[in-house]
């Protein structure tokens, strides 16, 4: 089995032309193939599929099997996939996820995607100020789904926080029956947010599209933030756009091939 392994903003997945190719088991592959160790290392499995209601369906399974709705730096990545390498000719896509049918925008320069733009459609701001409590200690956060849920906390200190012992907490905590991903962010300047964070399923990655985008929502409603800001994230930087409710969310940033390979069997 061929497949291709891509990056953006060094939230990295295995990608699997189904065009060409069937995965039986795309659970089981993505475990395997997600093993930085044993396996080709990702963060996870996506698939680039036939569809009827849209130019291209995805799914995407996390490294440890589960399946998400979507993960908005894969998408980016498939955009750049089927237009660079000749799937389609549009510098529009739309692009079918189990959040529904997201648009994308390729920017390229002769021939070749620069960077993609995502309408995310509007976030869901499921609450604001609620709390939790974990080893004792309360925390804020703002409960977003931007296609996957996401609890939003803001911190003094992204950098120094511990993501690793309380991620996981917060992560599988019985208020979340689904599990959430988590980011942990602070407000460094106007238009400029760090952020970290751990993802349902994968553990803290380089970059979340879908977090970035919930994190500027929860920003924009808590007053923290306006109309546009750049998310620095572990893997780089995400240009994120939205006015508030009511209005679609833009997500743009870069997307990359890393390597081609082949499975045997």
């Not at 032309?17 to 475990?31: H, I, K, Y």
């Not at 044993?38 to 440890?64: H, K, Q, T, W, Y």
């Not at 988590?182 to 977090?211: K, L, N, Y």
């Amino acid at each position: 089995m061929k497949f291709t392994k891509m990056q953006g903003i060094g939230n990295d997945y295995i990608y699997v032309n189904c065009f060409e190719e069937q995965v039986a088991d795309p659970a089981g592959l993505s475990r395997r193939i997600s093993d930085r160790h044993f396996g080709v290392g990702s963060d996870g499995l996506v698939l680039i599929m036939p569809c009827d209601e849209a130019d291209f369906r995805m799914r995407m399974f996390n490294a440890d099997g589960s399946e998400s709705e979507m993960c908005g730096n894969a998408t980016r990545c498939i955009g750049k996939y089927v237009f660079d390498r000749g799937l389609t000719d549009k510098r529009g896509i739309t692009l079918m996820t189990g959040a529904g049918i997201k648009t994308l925008r390729i920017r390229e320069k002769d021939g070749i995607t620069e960077s993609v733009r995502v309408d995310m459609g509007e976030p869901e701001i499921l609450g604001t100020d609620e709390k939790i409590t974990v080893n004792g200690t309360e925390y804020t956060f703002t409960r977003v789904s931007t296609g996957n849920p996401h609890a939003v906390i803001f911190v003094d200190d992204a950098d120094a926080f511990d993501v690793h012992g309380i991620g996981p907490l917060i992560e599988n905590d019985p208020m979340f029956p689904a599990r959430t991903n988590v980011e942990f962010a602070t407000v460094r300047a106007p238009g400029r947010i760090r952020m970290r964070v751990w993802e349902r399923g994968s553990g803290e990655t380089m970059a979340c599209g879908t977090g970035a985008c919930a994190t500027m929502a929860a920003a924009v409603v808590t007053g923290r933030a306006k109309e546009k800001a750049v998310l620095e994230l572990n893997g780089g930087n995400l240009t994120i756009e939205w006015d508030g409710v009511g209005h679609t969310e833009f997500q743009e940033g870069p997307a990359e091939f890393v390597f081609d390979g082949e499975l045997p069997g």
